[in-house]
């Protein structure tokens, strides 16, 4: 089950909790905590969530909360369901994402914790934070690539960019478009290292990495979702063939 599955299963289960709760039926206080302090700790879920669900820890404050404000069940369900759409549409417009989960995949049996806690924070705020989610998928790369280069044994400086980064474990890989013959292979290599230098303009102009002028074009939730799929899908393309590459014979 993907992350996002598994947040869409927890959701619901939350929602029905609820609605038994306040239509007389059965419910299990500790699995309502649970349900609550995990979803709680999920940035978008926190935001999308119904406002009840922070202010009520219990079961108990959560009957104290419906029982006065609707006489019959129908209403209540009815309440219950609104409320909880927008966490749901959200979810499962998620689920339209099909790079996440291989992305996320590969970069788990590739690199430490940090590679992938950074992954985490690109995915977790592109709805809500875009310009914190290009920043961190530039630190996607730029962590990947610092990575690949520690392993090969190759020099580079701390203070180098993203694109010196790029092309110096491209160079280490055989990634380079001018190692290749091939024509098709230069392009294909060529147009990754464009979406490199892209995504260094994009955080430059866009993130959050620099002092703000009130003037300045701020990113959108489609911006940071562009921004993030092509950090991960060439993050996981460094990663993969790095892996072939290093494989045992």
């Known amino acids: 089950m993907s992350p996002n599955e598994e947040l869409l299963t927890q959701v619901e289960s939350l929602r029905n909790v609820l609605v038994s709760c306040a239509t007389g039926g059965a ?12 979803l709680l700790a999920v940035p978008a879920m926190k935001r999308l969530l119904p406002r009840f669900v922070a202010a009520c820890y219990t079961l108990d404050d959560f009957w104290g909360f419906i029982k006065p404000k609707f006489n019959h069940y129908q209403e209540r369900r009815e309440f219950l369901r609104t409320e909880f759409t927008p966490a749901l549409d959200y979810l499962e417009a998620q689920q339209g994402a099909p790079a996440d989960e291989p992305i996320t995949s590969s970069l788990k049996t590739f ?3 940090d590679i992938n806690e950074v992954w985490q924070k690109a995915l977790d705020r ?7 989610a290009i920043t961190a998928a530039r630190a996607l790369l730029e962590t990947t690539c610092k990575h690949i280069l520690d392993q090969q044994g190759a020099e580079y400086d701390e203070d180098d960019d993203l694109p010196n980064l790029y092309r110096a474990a491209a160079q280490t890989l055989n990634l380079a478009p001018e190692q290749h013959h091939e024509e098709v292979f230069k392009r294909i290599l060529g147009g ?9 303009t994009l955080r430059n102009k866009l993130s959050d990495a620099h002092g703000r002028s009130p003037l300045r074009t701020r990113p959108a939730p489609r911006h940071a979702a ?3 799929n092509l950090a991960g899908s060439v993050a996981m393309f460094l990663a993969e063939t790095f892996q072939a590459k290093n494989r045992p014979k």
Do not use: H, M
């Not at 299990?28 to 905590?33: E, G, H, I």
């Not at 990754?192 to 260094?200: A, K, P, T, W």
């Open 111 to 113: 690199a430490p914790a």
């Open 192 to 200: 990754c290292q464009s979406v490199v230098n892209g995504l260094g």
């Open 27 to 38: 419910w299990s206080t500790d699995q309502y905590k649970k349900l609550r302090r995990e």
């Open 126 to 132: 592109r709805e809500d934070d875009p310009e914190g």
């Open 226 to 228: 562009l921004a993030v």
